[in-house]
Nanobody, 123 residues
Framework: VQLQASGGGLVQTGGSLRLSCAAS????????MGWFRQAPGKEREFVAA????????YYADSVKARFTISRDKGANTMYLQMNSLKPEDTAVYYC?????????????????WGQGTLVTVSS
């Protein structure tokens, strides 16, 4: 599986961005696709995840009610709609696939990663 993340950019505080993660290769119903982010000098942290088959979603507390994860199974693409952005959301955002479907909050459980897309929120 290869993943291509896109949609990052520069936005002001309170603005919105929509990230996309296009997958080439088969994504199975049992897989979980997730978004993580990594700010300079910090570890990669969980943002949101979605169970590919059932569409069940999971969020970090820091983004709950502001971010929405979704997927289009026909297009093999996952999205992250980010609203009410804050400067602390500034990071490189990565998408990944976790095949076991049980450790989706842990970055080291993911089997495939995209290249990352930079989101910068100015104050």
């Amino acid at each position: 599986v290869q993943l291509q993340a896109s949609g990052g950019g520069l936005v002001q505080t309170g603005g919105s961005l929509r990230l996309s993660c296009a997958a080439s290769g088969r994504i199975y119903s049992s897989h979980v696709m997730g978004w993580f982010r990594q700010a300079p000098g910090k570890e990669r942290e969980f943002v949101a995840a979605i169970r590919w088959g059932a569409g069940t979603t999971y969020y970090a507390d820091s983004v709950k009610a502001r971010f929405t994860i979704s997927r289009d199974k026909g297009a093999n693409t996952m999205y992250l709609q980010m609203n009410s952005l804050k400067p602390e959301d500034t990071a490189v955002y990565y998408c990944g696939v976790e095949r076991r479907g049980s450790a989706w909050r842990m970055a080291n459980a993911y089997d495939y990663w995209g290249q990352g897309t930079l989101v910068t929120v100015s104050s």
